[in-house]
């Protein structure tokens, strides 16, 4: 079994920064992909980033350049630096992890973009 725990959201102004924090525990160690999704209001579910185990990045158009996904083994824990907001990517994030052929998910994280 793995854990999520995300924290880390907020309300900002366009233009702005927020990082979220997703801490992952249980068989962290092995875990083959860590990422983060969204759901907009009135949108299905989205990837925005992820990271595999070998180090390999994916990203949404929307937020290349913008979003940087990164894990800090030591802490067992995986970030998403969000630069540049705007009022889109107003939404619930959640940290997701796949692990021996399933999906873990943490309970999300609101991020709201004023204009």
């Known amino acids: 079994q793995v854990t999520l725990v995300e924290s880390g959201g907020g309300r900002v102004q366009a233009g702005g920064s927020l990082r979220l924090s997703c801490s992952a525990s249980?068989?962290?160690?092995?875990?083959?992909?860590l990422g983060w999704y969204r759901r907009a209001p009135g949108k299905q579910r989205e990837l925005v980033a992820a990271l595999a185990n070998g180090g390999n990045t994916d990203y949404a158009d929307s937020v290349k350049g913008r979003f940087t996904i990164y894990r800090d083994l030591s802490e067992d824990t995986v970030y998403l630096q969000m630069d540049n907001l705007k009022p889109e990517d107003t939404a619930v994030y959640y940290c997701?992890?796949?692990?021996?052929?399933?999906?873990?998910w943490g309970r999300g994280t609101q991020v709201t973009v004023s204009s």
């Open positions: 997701h992890a796949y692990w021996v052929g399933a999906d873990f």
């Open positions: 249980g068989h962290v160690k092995n875990i083959d992909r």
